[in-house]
């Protein structure tokens, strides 16, 4: 046997030739090594594919196990009345059952969608104006920048403590009502039934303004100068500029702002959890709060793991609900 | 070679090498402990802290390995917020402790009898058994076994300042509710309050409810839970328990609880207490120690909260709330037993309750309440006017949160009485 068919016997009684017949190998045996360009084709074929499969496998495992047998294995103890530790029996869907007849959760599963629709919407908006704002002509634009992106970056848990203390009964809003003379509107902000909620909207929209400002200073970099100059030349104003010109050429901007926003507020827990623990009296109880609430402080597992794939179906309906709006989107 | 091929396999190399390493190690560091301390009188204890003062777990632990400086104790400490949750999650992946604190009963996560049916503690000898005050058997074990070893006896009442009483012109405490609601709107107009409540948290708050609960419906029917458990009471059905949580309303409109009470949380209570600004607060008995080493000039007490009768109906809770258990799982069992059964001796169960301020699990007839913290209670313990806490009986700990959050909604006016004793008898049959 030559020295070109070591690999394999395939390509044996080919002439061993320079340029290699296919592409694919092309670097290799154009380097100069004309005597192994058919070797090479010939490893390809099976040695080398092989060999990239081979490699990826402890990846794909580790991905496999912890993101998907975990999950399914969770998913798994939806179906079951195990408390967290010792022996458990299958129960169907008695937990499922008990989430959409328990009016206090139902009322939590609103609770989610409010604070998840409420905080993406008022913090685009919010990421919009200042987004607009410090785009172009404020000299202090890039200080102003850093210090509005901040609050996404600095830990949820650590701050939600620090608007604990603002909003407490002796804290710092109800100390100054107080001082203004308008004592009579101070209250347990985060203990009052009818503020808890809205209270912890605005600490949700704070966090989350930053990241949307930043996708839509991105989005805008994207608009056409001259376009807006022709615009104006054209007698347009500063709001017909924006709908007619701004907007449209934001719009995918928009669109991964809101997707990210909503996936991201659906399941959120930290500052919930910090801010009220989910009162007063379940007044701010979301998904995720009762999922902890139930799988490990209450010792329910099962009924949390249902909660858990409820809230896990909730939010992959929305994200694939705005990946089929965003991609019927004419100027893609 | 190739220069790319070369280059490429010691990327290939570099990236490996470092993660095959990374898996080899930990695999490695998790296997050396146990090891080690297989042979010798070496052994791991967990248990919760709430504060920095030194605990009684970790002072006692101290002082055997002084004894016995053979004996090696590693002390795990957790904090108390999340204590049960470890613990059951480290029984569950089997690389807990060797001794763990446990709580007699079924109320929470740390509680005997659902670790025991999941079969990680193990059963302790006689003298633990000796320890185990009366009436509470069931509640260390199934079928006679006990599973913990109690050191002392904790008494949950009021813990009221009696110099910021007196500062506040309550020379004698109330006789009975009545004279409680009174004393309140004194207070409130002093900008004062009788009781200092943390809304937030719905161990404070639950125990709010069951201290009303006591006069109301554990003094007139001790059996009161053994009925639940077999089906013929309900929460909601009981009307001591509708009476008792009307009775928290009742406190609430007589401005009883310090302002934004029902947003504050354990701070703003220990806050108050220490300031005088509140002269009250249904804790545990044992703060009143905690308490004394934060405000050393005033004097806290042990007191029951007036029932509507009078000092004739007056009942409190003592029980025994902590235990020492040992993992079914050890492999120091010897040596964690040794350390039980030194534990159990009396020298020791009474320095661990003067440490925690608590009363000692045995010989109560000899303990000298008139100097104690625990004198206005004594009459109480001594004529046996006393029940354990409650939702350490209840079926799971779910009853015992919705009371929690349910005297929250009372304070905050979203819930009825009614709609909090229908939530806690659906909680039972979860």
């Not at chain 2, 917020?81 to 763990?100: E, H, K, W």
């Not at chain 2, 002093?190 to 069951?210: E, R």
């Amino acid at each position: 046997m030559t020295v070109t068919s070591q690999s394999t016997g395939l390509q044996a009684d080919e002439p061993a030739n320079g340029p290699a017949p296919s592409t694919q190998s092309s670097g290799a045996s154009r380097a100069g090594r004309p005597g192994r360009g058919s070797h090479q084709s010939s490893r390809r074929r099976w040695g080398l594919e092989f060999g990239h499969w081979w490699w990826a496998l402890p990846g794909i495992a580790l991905v496999f196990a912890v993101h998907y047998v975990a999950t399914g294995i969770g998913g798994f103890f939806a179906f079951t009345n195990w408390s967290g530790i010792g022996s458990f029996e299958i129960v169907g869907f008695k937990n499922f059952e008990a989430i959409f007849s328990d009016p206090a959760k139902i009322h939590s599963l609103g609770n989610t969608l409010f604070f998840a629709f409420g905080s993406v919407l008022l913090g685009n908006i919010l990421g919009l104006l200042l987004a607009l704002g410090l785009n172009r002509v404020v000299k202090t634009r890039y200080a102003l920048r850093t210090l509005f992106f901040m609050p996404v970056v600095l830990s949820p848990l650590a701050t939600a403590y620090i608007w604990k203390f603002i909003f407490d009964f002796d804290g710092p809003i109800n100390t100054l009502l107080n001082t203004i003379g308008a004592g009579h509107l101070a209250k347990p902000w985060l203990a009052d039934p009818h503020w808890a909620s809205w209270t912890v909207l605005v600490v949700l929209t704070w966090s989350s303004t930053g990241f949307a400002m930043v996708i839509f200073m991105a989005g805008l970099t994207s608009v056409p100068n001259e376009v807006e100059e022709a615009a104006a030349i054209d007698g347009a104003n500063l709001w017909q500029r924006f709908q007619h010109v701004t907007l449209p050429a934001l719009r995918p901007a928009v669109a991964i702002a809101m997707t990210l926003g909503i996936v991201q507020g659906l399941r959120v827990f930290d500052p919930i959890m910090a801010l009220t623990s989910g009162g007063p009296a379940g007044a701010t109880e979301t998904l995720a709060t009762e999922v902890y609430k139930q799988a490990f402080a209450l010792g329910n597992f099962g009924g949390g793991a249902a909660l858990a794939l409820v809230l896990a179906v909730i939010i992959l309906f929305f994200a694939v609900l705005q990946q089929r709006l965003t991609r019927s989107n004419p100027e893609d | 070679m190739t220069q790319q091929r070369c280059s490429a396999g010691f990327r290939l190399a570099a990236l490996a090498i470092p993660t095959v390493a990374a898996l080899a190690l930990t695999g490695c560091g998790g296997s050396s402990s146990s090891a080690s301390d297989a042979e010798n009188q070496e052994f791991s204890l967990t248990f919760a802290t709430s504060n920095t003062v030194e605990s009684p777990y970790e002072a006692l632990a101290k002082q055997y390995m002084q004894e016995f400086p053979d004996v090696k104790i590693t002390l795990n400490p957790q904090p108390n917020d999340s204590y049960d949750q470890v613990v059951r999650t480290q029984l569950q992946a089997g690389n807990a402790s060797d001794v763990l604190v446990t709580s007699p009963g079924s109320a929470s996560g740390r509680s005997i009898l659902p670790l025991v049916e999941a079969g990680f503690l193990e059963p302790l000898s006689e003298s633990a058994a000796a320890l185990v005050p009366e009436g509470s058997e069931a509640l260390f074990g199934p079928d006679g076994k006990v599973y913990g070893l109690a050191p002392e006896i904790t008494v949950v009442g009021l813990v009221a300042n009696d110099t910021a009483s007196a500062a506040a012109g309550v020379g004698t405490f109330p006789e009975d509710f009545a004279g409680v609601l009174e004393q309140c709107g004194a207070l409130a107009a002093d900008n004062k309050s009788m009781f200092a409540v943390a809304g937030t948290a719905a161990p404070n708050t639950g125990l709010l409810g069951m201290q009303l609960a006591a006069t109301r419906v554990y003094s007139k029917d001790p059996d009161w839970n053994d009925k639940r458990a077999a089906g013929e009471v309900t929460f909601a059905g009981t009307e001591g328990w509708q009476q008792a949580l009307e009775a928290v309303v009742d406190l609430k409109d007589a401005g009883c609880f310090q302002k934004g009470a029902e947003g504050a949380g354990f701070d703003v209570v220990t806050k108050a207490l220490v300031s005088g600004n509140s002269l009250a607060a249904f804790i545990p008995g044992p703060s009143n120690k905690q308490l004394k080493t934060t405000a050393d000039d005033q004097d806290f007490e042990v007191r029951g909260l007036p029932s509507e009768g009078g000092a004739e109906d007056d009942f409190i809770y003592a029980s025994a709330n902590y235990a020492y258990s040992i993992n079914a799982a050890s492999k120091n069992k010897e040596a964690a037993e040794t350390f039980l059964e030194w534990l159990a001796k009396p020298e020791q169960t009474k320095a661990f309750a003067e440490i925690d301020g608590a009363l000692p699990v045995t010989g109560l007839e000899d303990y000298d309440f008139a100097n104690s913290a625990y004198k206005n209670v004594a009459d109480l313990i001594m004529d046996k006017k006393y029940t354990p806490l409650p939702n350490s009986k209840w079926s799971n700990a779910a009853v015992y949160d919705e009371l929690g959050t349910g005297v929250q909604g009372l304070l905050t006016g979203q819930k009825t009485p009614a709609q909090v004793l229908e939530a806690m008898d659906a909680a039972w049959d979860q």
